[in-house]
């Protein structure tokens, strides 16, 4: 089994910036695909942004240009860097792992970005 721990989330100004992480532990494969989603307060889940094992992303277009995802392989751990943030992503963010057949997620850290 796979467990995801989060972090990193907190209260920010428009503008600013922060970095959340995601460290997986258990039985990870060498090939797989982590990403980043968030939940808005009675909103669906939506996808932010992933990462292939082979090092392939893909964005939201509403994050383009300002988030960036990236992992440290050794320490099965993934970041989304956040810039210009703004209120709009506000949310909670979870750390997904896919690997066929199942997704695992995080407990979720909430981020809130104030005007």
């Known amino acids: 089994q796979v467990q995801l721990v989060e972090s990193g989330g907190g209260l920010v100004q428009a503008g600013g910036s922060l970095r959340l992480s995601c460290a997986a532990s258990?039985?990870?494969?060498?090939?797989?695909?982590m990403g980043w989603y968030r939940q808005a307060p009675g909103k669906q889940r939506e996808l932010v942004a992933t990462?292939?094992?082979?090092?392939?992303?893909n964005y939201a277009d509403s994050v383009k240009g300002r988030f960036t995802i990236n992992t440290d392989s050794a320490k099965n751990t993934v970041y989304l860097q956040m810039n210009s943030l703004k209120p709009e992503d506000t949310a909670t963010y979870y750390c997904?792992?896919?690997?066929?057949?199942?997704?695992?997620w995080g407990q979720g850290t909430q981020v809130t970005v104030s005007s």
């Open positions: 997904n792992l896919y690997q066929v057949p199942v997704r695992y």
């Open positions: 258990g039985s990870i494969r060498s090939i797989n695909v």
């Open positions: 990462i292939t094992s082979g090092g392939s992303t």
